[in-house]
């Protein structure tokens, strides 16, 4: 898979940032991986940063979920190719996306846990 320049620097850009705990605006991500404001908002309104970048202000954003993978991975997740948002792609704080992947979790738990063979619930049910 072939990574455009712009996509290695976001990719370190964000990478150093949330690794020092620094928030940032987007004229210094636009700055920083030489794109253009429209790309940055483009990018940003499709969704294709969601599980990167939060929004915590006017203007300002801190970056997460970036150390824990490679570049390539990086890039394949900010394909646009593939028409692919992230969860809650249009939430702006890190608190609403933790508490949708939150249920999302609990929605699967409680799938499975109906959904488990080896649970007899009819033993301990009396039916009136």
Same mark, same amino acid.
């Given at each position: 898979?072939?990574?455009?320049?712009?996509?290695?620097?976001?990719?370190?850009?964000?990478?150093?940032?949330?690794?020092?705990?620094?928030?940032?605006?987007?004229?210094?991500?636009?700055?920083?991986?030489?794109?253009?404001?429209?790309? /940055? *908002?483009?990018?940003? !309104? $499709?969704?294709? =940063?969601?599980?990167?970048?939060?929004?915590?202000?006017?203007? #300002?954003?801190?970056?997460?979920?970036?150390?824990?993978?490679?570049?390539?991975?990086?890039?394949?997740?900010?394909?646009?190719?593939?028409?692919?948002?992230?969860?809650?792609?249009? /939430? *702006?704080?890190?608190? !609403? $996306?933790?508490? =949708?992947?939150?249920?999302?979790?609990?929605?699967?738990?409680? #799938?499975?846990?109906?959904?488990?063979?080896?649970?007899?619930?009819?033993?301990?049910?009396?039916?009136?």
């Amino acid at each position: 898979m072939k990574i455009s320049n712009a996509i290695t620097k976001l990719h370190s850009f964000l990478k150093k940032k949330e690794a020092n705990h620094q928030r940032f605006t987007s004229a210094q991500l636009i700055n920083a991986t030489g794109w253009k404001n429209v790309t /940055f *908002k483009t990018y940003l !309104a $499709k969704g294709q =940063l969601s599980d990167f970048i939060s929004e915590v202000g006017i203007d #300002l954003y801190e970056a997460s979920n970036c150390t824990s993978i490679n570049e390539v991975e990086f890039a394949k997740l900010l394909s646009q190719s593939k028409h692919r948002r992230g969860l809650g792609h249009n /939430f *702006k704080s890190k608190f !609403a $996306k933790a508490l =949708l992947h939150k249920a999302k979790d609990n929605i699967l738990l409680a #799938l499975e846990l109906y959904n488990r063979p080896s649970c007899r619930v009819t033993d301990s049910v009396t039916v009136l």
